[in-house]
C-alpha cells in the first residue's frame, strides 16, 4: 500500500550541523515534521554560557516542536511522542534510542549514516575512511535495530574522495548528499518501493570491513616513522577536528604541541629521519617519515592561533634546528 510522503508524519532527531541540512530539506519540500528531538541546552566556553544545538537553532528558526528530554526513557517524553503519533521517526547524527521509542512510529525508524555500510560502523566514519586512504565513501540509510549501525539498508550513495580532502571537506559533501538521500527515503517508504536488505548479505562481496571507532587524544598523535602518503592521509583525516598533533622539540629541549590541518606529499622522496625538519625559513617546511617526506600547510602551536606556514616560519627561528616528535 502506497501514501503521501508529504503527509506522513515524520519525527526528527539530530544534534550537530550534519543533521540540519536533511532537516532544512525536508522542511523546505514541504514534509510534515510533527516534531524535532534534540540534546538540551548545555553551558559552553568561557563564560559557560547554554549553548543550543545546530538542529536545535535551525528548528527555532522555523517554528517547529522542539523536544530536549534528559533521558530518552522518561515515560512523559514518550507520552508526548505517542501523542504526536509520528508515522516514520529519522535519525541523524544522535543518540542510541531504547526500544520503547523505536517501536512508536508505524513505519519505523530510519538512521542516516555517513559510511557504505556495513563499511565503517562506529562514530568516526568519515575520519576513518580518510586516515586509510580510501577513494571512495558514501552515505546510507537504514532501519536503527538493538545495535549500532547493524540494520537493514534501505538506500546508499557512494561519492568519489580526493587525495587532499579533508575530514571537514568530505563532512560537507556528505552532508549535501546525505539530505537527498534522506528525503529520497522518506519517499520510496511511502511508496512501498524499497526492499530493505540485511547487512549480512553485503558482508560477502566486501573484501575487508573496516571500523570506525570514537577518536581520542592519544589516538590522535602523529607517528612520523609511518610513511609521507600514511601520515598526510591521518593529518586530513583528522582535520579541522579533533586535529592531529604532535610536539615540536626546540634548540633548548623544550617541547610544545603543535596541531597540524593541512599537508602534502613532498615530491622530495629521499630517505630523512622521521620528524626531521627541512627548510628554507620562508617559504616551505618539510618532515621526514619512515618513507618519505611531507609538507606542513598548515598549523597551529598550543596556546596560538592557526597558521599558514609561511606565517608560522616569520615567527619561529631555528626551526630547521628543532624536530617533530
Partial sequence: MTHDAQKLRILYMGTP?????????????????????????????????????????????????????????????????????????????????????????????????????????????????????????????FFIDKEIDTGNILLQREIAIGSNDTAGELHDNLMVVGAHLVTETVRAIASAEVKPTPQQNLLASIETVSSAPKLFKNTTRIDWSRSAEKVHNFIRGLSPYPAAWCELIGTNSDAVGVKIFRSEISENDKPSESGKIFTDGKTYLEVGCGAGRIRLLELQLAGKRKLSVTDFLKGYRDVEQSVFK
Fill in 17 to 141: 550541523e550534519f543533521a540540519v541540512e536533511p532537516l532544512r530539506l525536508l522542511n523546505q519540500e514541504g514534509y510534515t515534521i510533527v516534531g524535532v528531538v534534540t540534546v538540551p541546552d548545555k553551558p559552553a566556553g568561557r563564560g559557560q554560557k547554554l549553548q543550543q544545538s545546530a538542529v536545535k537553532q535551525y528548528a527555532q528558526s522555523c517554528g517547529l516542536p522542539i523536544f530536549q528530554p534528559e533521558r530518552l526513557k522518561d515515560p512523559q517524553f514518550i507520552d508526548e511522542v505517542k501523542s504526536l503519533n509520528p508515522d516514520l521517526a529519522i535519525v541523524v547524527a544522535f543518540r542510541m534510542l531504547p526500544e520503547v521509542l523505536l517501536r512508536i512510529p508505524r513505519f519505523g525508524t530510519f538512521n542516516l549514516h555517513a559510511s557504505l555500510l556495513p563499511n565503517y560502523r562506529g562514530a568516526a566514519p568519515i575520519n576513518w575512511a580518510l586516515i586509510n586512504g580510501d577513494k571512495s565513501t558514501g552515505v546510507t540509510t
